[in-house]
């Protein structure tokens, strides 16, 4: 994807779903309404923290060009330059994916 033009507010994340799966493990090919939507995404822009009361803060435990496993029905979906993202509270993405 080439440089996103969204800048996410608070502790909101924004992800590039990765390509659904067009077959399945024993090589049937699946038509694009059987497939599943999918809940694994390249992090693409992050915002800069939930706002505490003190004033600070807090750290996002995602940077960009993390791979993430969100909620199924989590997040916003919209177009951004021709390109699907998702737009993701931090606490919508369920874990990160570990080389």
Do not use: C, F, W
């Amino acid at each position: 994807m080439a440089k996103i033009k969204i800048r996410p507010l608070d502790d909101r994340v924004v992800v590039e779903p990765m390509a659904a799966e067009a077959k399945t493990a024993g090589g049937i090919v699946l038509p694009d309404s059987a497939q599943e939507k999918p809940q694994r995404g390249k992090v693409v822009a992050v915002g800069p923290g939930k706002l505490l009361e003190n004033g600070n803060r807090a750290e996002l435990s995602v940077v960009v060009g993390d791979e993430v496993i969100y909620g199924k029905y989590g997040g916003t979906d919209i177009e951004v330059n021709g390109e699907d993202v998702k737009i993701l509270r931090e606490s919508d993405i369920l874990a990160k994916v570990l080389a």
